[in-house]
């Protein structure tokens, strides 16, 4: 029998330990239920934040894969808020997978990273925030998968970067108003420490970014060029001051360099 709303919020309210009686598979079964809740108090207060911890823990360990597979299904909800926490729970399991090896197959990975490499450029609805659903985030929390992603596939780093810059030029009547752009690039910053990364592979992405602003001329700025600078702007900040548990990625000055020749675009009076 499924725990009630009390049980849940009553777990919240004392700060998520863990429900120790309670078969694993059971309680992945109800977080996966909750997760596409459209009371963002059940979907993101009470199981993501218990998933997340959890998942973090080792106390999922057993139901990882099924977790996984259940999020990579949600990719093509019809529902939005089912679409952009599946990502979320991605970052967990990945995570999880790279601290504890062996807890997840190396092929549910690359399973994974298939519809969400289709999604995130392709999602429409990009608001961070709805008032009735609450954080959305598809943006943001499709970048914190793809960071994630990395760790766990190092090999698809720099599709995973151009995923990126195709997700910030893509088509949209959504400007980025709730940091969606400091997400981004946070996640391609984390991509880029990726130990190993060749200079070309670090720098090759912007091309994409340098098509798509490719012929711009004179008139209003549409959102998704709106979105394009205010990303490469952060990513700037970022890799000039680098994370502060992270550092500073190896190729940090030569991606710096290239995107402030792409800022000059829109902003010629840069020296």
Sequence with gaps: MPMDH?????????????????????????????????????RDAQAYTAA???????????????????AADRFTHPEIQARTFAPLVLRCVL????????????????????????????????????????WLHAVAHGADAAAAFAQALPGRRAELLELCARRMTAAADYRYVQLEDARLARAICRILLAP????????????????????G?????????????????SLHLHLTRGLAEEGVPAHAGVVAAKVAAVLRLPYHWLA
Excluded: K
Aim: proline content about 10%.
């Design 196 to 215: 190993g990364l060749p200079a070309e592979q670090a720098t090759g992405w912007l091309s994409v970014v340098a098509e798509a602003l490719e012929g």
């Design 6 to 42: 009390s049980t849940w919020s009553s777990i919240a309210g004392d700060g998520f330990p863990f429900p120790e009686g309670v078969p694993v598979s059971r309680l992945s079964d109800e977080l996966s239920a909750m997760l596409v809740s459209p009371d963002p108090e059940v």
């Design 52 to 70: 997340a911890r959890w998942i973090g823990e080792g106390r999922l360990d057993e139901v990882l894969e099924d977790l996984g597979d259940t």
């Design 95 to 134: 995570a999880r997978a790279v601290a504890a090896p062996g807890a997840v197959p190396g092929a549910a990975a690359e399973r994974w990273y298939v519809p969400f490499a289709a999604w995130y450029p392709a999602e429409c609805d990009t608001r961070g925030w709805d008032d009735s659903l609450g």
């Design 217 to 233: 001329g004179h008139g209003p700025v549409p959102p998704w060029a709106f979105n394009t600078f205010a990303t490469l702007q």
